[in-house]
């Protein structure tokens, strides 16, 4: 029977099935629960002393007594409940059956419901804090709305993915998505997300394109492709019309080519891209092996021999005082001539272990010319992790002298830590572009200074750093959801262009507002993931940098249970209360379970529990000594410029989330 039960009255069933949840969809519940009130009742059965417990619906009950917590509902709050029989087999079944055939919504029932509440007069702020959501994820959801409609009815049938959905996206042309999905409808292979992606972003491929050149002029006609030309075109300018037919062909030659070169080389895979860099998505869950250069032949190292030889030949000719004019430029150009054979001979080729061989994989993405290249890196299938990644590593954070503190965290957990200080340090250089520019010209500028065995803080010279863990992102982290938020807001309509100059001119022709967005970001997705300790994760520039800013780390990152407390000792969450509250405030948890400790500290550190004004303002302001931008110490001599002196445009003022985003 259907029947009211105050909240206070309902408990944990024994019987749940449920054993795991995620933090961000409890707080989407708890967002609608607040917003909406309880959609569902809850399923319970009576038990002793006038307690009924919760067999389906625990994850509501939860996130109702955190809305008591947060003084929203009252503890005697009124729940509509469906009471069962009192039967602990029928509790067990009734609990798998509420679990297991729940079904998620479809996203694109998501889009027309987002889209139906705007319309209705709903701000998207206000959807995303009705629902718990970010701003992102609702702006996503509304831009799935505006797809052509047979884009739409594909998404919402399940014939493509949610991210072919939004690759069709890229352009806002209904036309433009209509005509590619009818092109790729009918093509024998699968397309990806960056395949659709290229082909609404520009109508036709030129003959000097790479796949173009990948599958031949010849073959190409031969299977049915079309070519326009205008009068002075050429064979590089001419227009390749069957974009779908072309990646068709492109496709399946770069897959025979894979299989081929996987034969050939002993390998356990290669997987092939049309696109002459892997992306994020094809290496998701793969981990990158351990190599070595291959070892020197020994005619190689006679030659090198040979080489140091003559370059002492030829610098005792550029020392010589009385060396002639002809002499001199004569051994320029040789010792020039020797450093770069040198430099190829010592460029190895990576080499792995033959027991590692077998189960490796290597990609194969299309150079700029046409040519499939393999990347000379080595992955492998990512794995369950090991104890090693469990194992405790000492932090010393705090600089030097009586304050400094010995933490134990898992390198896990170090490594996280580091990725999430990087976005929040990423998101406010990308949100200054007169500083971007400045460490962009320094760290340019300071290469022919710099020592090349010491490790730089940014990768201007390299590729855009993966981090530590391949696949991790916050995606719940002001700082990441921001950074997001940035990227998706950039102009780029410069990338129709279709080669490099067209692109260019395009690009150089945007307002100065959009060219100085784009330049603050790619400095800022090149920054390396630190962390303020010592050892491998320290970037003393990088410290500085955020000091300099004068970063507020409280106001971008908070410790939870999820991300934090749950991943460190007892008495390092002891430790965090007592820098808040003193020993008053950790006694009173000294004897509470660890599980019990960490949501209780998550409380105290978001502000939720009732405690001394003091107390809460200081537990607020609290992270992690390692998640600070502290500032280096001055060796002797240095100057010591404060912020305000900077005349590098930053304002001296600590931002926050909500004034960045203004």
Same mark, same amino acid.
């Given at each position: 029977?259907?029947?009211?039960?105050?909240?206070?009255?309902?408990?944990?069933?024994?019987?749940?099935?449920?054993?795991?949840?995620?933090?961000?969809?409890?707080?989407?519940?708890?967002?609608?629960?607040?917003?909406?009130?309880?959609?569902?009742?809850?399923?319970?059965?009576?038990?002793?002393?006038?307690?009924?417990?919760?067999?389906?619906?625990?994850?509501? %009950?939860?996130?109702?007594?955190? #809305?008591?917590?947060?003084?929203?509902?009252?503890?005697?709050?009124?729940?509509?409940?469906?009471?069962?029989?009192?039967?602990?087999?029928?509790?067990?079944?009734?609990?798998?059956?509420?679990?297991?055939?729940?079904?998620?919504?479809?996203?694109?029932?998501?889009?027309?419901?987002?889209?139906?509440? &705007?319309?209705?007069?709903?701000?998207?702020?206000?959807?995303?804090?009705?629902?718990?959501?970010?701003?992102?994820?609702?702006?996503?959801?509304?831009?799935?709305?505006?797809?052509?409609?047979?884009?739409?009815?594909?998404?919402?049938? /399940?014939?493509?993915?949610?991210?072919?959905?939004?690759?069709?996206?890229?352009?806002?042309?209904?036309?433009?998505?209509?005509?590619?999905?009818?092109?790729?409808?009918?093509?024998?292979?699968?397309?990806?997300?960056?395949?659709?992606?290229?082909? +609404?972003?520009?109508?036709?491929?030129?003959?000097?394109?790479?796949?173009?050149?990948?599958?031949?002029?010849?073959?190409?006609?031969?299977?049915?492709?079309?070519?326009?030309?205008? $009068?002075?075109?050429?064979?590089?300018?001419?227009?390749?019309?069957?974009?779908?037919?072309?990646?068709?062909?492109?496709?399946?030659?770069?897959?025979?080519?894979?299989?081929?070169?996987?034969?050939?080389?002993?390998?356990?895979?290669?997987?092939?891209?049309?696109?002459?860099?892997?992306?994020?998505?094809?290496?998701?869950?793969?981990?990158?092996?351990?190599?070595?250069?291959?070892?020197?032949?020994?005619?190689?190292?006679?030659?090198?021999?040979?080489?140091?030889?003559?370059?002492?030949?030829?610098?005792?000719?550029?020392?010589?005082?009385?060396?002639?004019?002809?002499?001199?430029?004569?051994?320029?150009?040789?010792?020039?001539?020797?450093?770069?054979?040198?430099?190829?001979?010592?460029?190895?080729?990576?080499?792995?272990?033959?027991?590692?061989?077998?189960?490796? /994989?290597?990609?194969?993405? #299309?150079?700029?010319?046409?040519?499939?290249?393999?990347?000379?890196?080595?992955?492998?299938?990512?794995?369950?992790?090991?104890?090693?990644?469990?194992?405790?590593?000492?932090?010393?954070?705090? /600089?030097? /002298?009586?304050?400094?503190?010995?933490?134990?965290?898992?390198?896990?957990? +170090?490594?996280?830590?580091?990725?999430?200080?990087?976005?929040?340090?990423?998101?406010? &250089?990308?949100?200054?572009?007169?500083?971007?520019?400045?460490?962009?010209?320094?760290?340019?500028?300071?290469?022919?200074?710099?020592?090349?065995?010491?490790?730089?803080?940014?990768?201007?010279?390299?590729?855009?750093?993966?981090?530590?863990?391949?696949?991790?992102?916050?995606?719940?982290?002001?700082?990441?959801?921001?950074?997001?938020?940035?990227?998706?807001?950039?102009?780029?309509?410069? %990338?129709?262009?279709?080669?490099?100059?067209?692109?260019?001119?395009?690009?150089?022709?945007?307002?100065?507002?959009?060219?100085?967005?784009?330049?603050?970001?790619?400095?800022?997705?090149? $920054?390396?993931?630190?962390?303020?300790?010592?050892?491998?994760?320290?970037?003393?520039?990088?410290?500085?940098?955020?000091?300099?800013?004068?970063?507020?780390?409280?106001?971008?990152?908070?410790?939870?249970?999820?991300?934090?407390?749950? %991943?460190?000792?007892?008495?390092?969450?002891?430790?965090?209360?007592?820098?808040?509250?003193?020993?008053?405030?950790?006694?009173?948890?000294?004897?509470?379970?660890?599980?019990?400790?960490?949501?209780?500290?998550?409380?105290?550190?978001?502000?939720?529990?009732?405690?001394?004004?003091?107390?809460?303002?200081?537990?607020?302001?609290?992270?992690?000594?390692?998640?600070?931008?502290?500032?280096?110490?001055?060796?002797?001599?240095?100057?010591?410029?404060?912020?305000?002196?900077?005349?590098?445009?930053?304002?001296?003022?600590?931002?926050?989330?909500?004034?960045?985003?203004?």
């Amino acid at each position: 029977m259907i029947k009211s039960i105050p909240l206070n009255k309902l408990v944990q069933s024994p019987c749940n099935v449920r054993r795991h949840s995620d933090p961000a969809a409890d707080a989407e519940l708890k967002a609608s629960i607040a917003a909406h009130g309880l959609l569902q009742n809850l399923i319970v059965r009576p038990t002793a002393k006038g307690k009924f417990e919760v067999e389906a619906g625990e994850r509501r %009950r939860r996130a109702m007594l955190a #809305l008591v917590d947060d003084k929203i509902l009252a503890r005697d709050h009124e729940v509509t409940c469906l009471v069962l029989a009192d039967s602990a087999e029928a509790a067990v079944e009734t609990s798998l059956a509420e679990n297991f055939h729940r079904l998620a919504m479809n996203p694109s029932d998501e889009a027309q419901a987002f889209a139906a509440l &705007v319309a209705g007069g709903a701000t998207v702020e206000d959807v995303a804090r009705r629902f718990g959501l970010t701003v992102r994820f609702v702006e996503g959801r509304l831009r799935l709305a505006t797809l052509a409609p047979v884009v739409f009815e594909a998404l919402a049938s /399940g014939q493509i993915t949610l991210d072919i959905a939004k690759a069709f996206g890229a352009t806002s042309d209904q036309d433009i998505q209509a005509r590619v999905f009818e092109q790729v409808s009918s093509a024998y292979y699968a397309p990806n997300p960056d395949s659709i992606r290229r082909m +609404v972003l520009s109508g036709t491929v030129r003959g000097s394109d790479p796949r173009a050149r990948l599958v031949g002029r010849d073959a190409y006609i031969a299977a049915g492709g079309r070519i326009e030309r205008e $009068l002075f075109d050429d064979d590089d300018s001419e227009s390749w019309v069957d974009f779908a037919l072309l990646e068709s062909l492109a496709a399946a030659k770069m897959e025979e080519q894979a299989k081929a070169l996987a034969a050939e080389q002993g390998l356990a895979w290669v997987k092939p891209t049309l696109d002459p860099y892997a992306s994020h998505d094809l290496v998701e869950g793969l981990v990158r092996l351990p190599t070595e250069p291959a070892p020197l032949t020994d005619a190689e190292l006679a030659r090198l021999d040979e080489l140091d030889t003559s370059y002492d030949e030829h610098a005792a000719i550029l020392e010589g005082e009385d060396s002639a004019e002809e002499a001199v430029a004569a051994a320029e150009a040789a010792i020039e001539a020797i450093e770069r054979e040198c430099q190829e001979i010592r460029a190895r080729p990576p080499v792995i272990a033959a027991e590692l061989k077998a189960e490796a /994989g290597m990609i194969l993405v #299309l150079s700029r010319d046409g040519t499939p290249v393999l990347q000379p890196v080595f992955y492998g299938e990512r794995r369950a992790e090991t104890a090693e990644a469990d194992e405790g590593i000492e932090v010393v954070a705090g /600089g030097e /002298g009586p304050d400094r503190r010995r933490t134990t965290l898992s390198k896990r957990l +170090v490594d996280e830590l580091a990725m999430q200080r990087r976005d929040v340090l990423a998101l406010h &250089v990308a949100s200054d572009p007169g500083l971007a520019l400045d460490i962009m010209v320094f760290t340019l500028a300071d290469a022919d200074t710099h020592d090349w065995r010491a490790r730089t803080a940014t990768t201007l010279r390299a590729p855009v750093p993966a981090g530590p863990i391949i696949g991790f992102e916050a995606k719940d982290a002001p700082a990441s959801s921001g950074l997001a938020e940035l990227r998706s807001s950039l102009d780029e309509s410069w %990338r129709a262009g279709d080669d490099a100059i067209s692109r260019f001119d395009l690009f150089r022709a945007l307002p100065d507002d959009s060219r100085a967005a784009w330049l603050g970001y790619v400095v800022a997705r090149s $920054l390396e993931a630190s962390l303020n300790m010592t050892g491998e994760r320290q970037l003393p520039f990088q410290d500085h940098l955020g000091s300099l800013i004068g970063i507020d780390m409280a106001q971008w990152w908070r410790p939870t249970a999820a991300n934090y407390f749950d %991943r460190v000792s007892k008495q390092v969450i002891l430790d965090a209360l007592t820098d808040v509250g003193g020993l008053e405030l950790s006694s009173r948890f000294a004897s509470v379970k660890k599980g019990d400790l960490a949501m209780s500290a998550e409380r105290v550190f978001a502000g939720t529990y009732i405690t001394e004004v003091e107390v809460r303002e200081r537990a607020l302001a609290w992270v992690p000594e390692v998640m600070r931008f502290a500032r280096p110490t001055p060796e002797a001599g240095e100057a010591n410029i404060d912020a305000s002196d900077a005349e590098s445009g930053i304002d001296g003022k600590i931002h926050t989330p909500r004034e960045l985003a203004a």
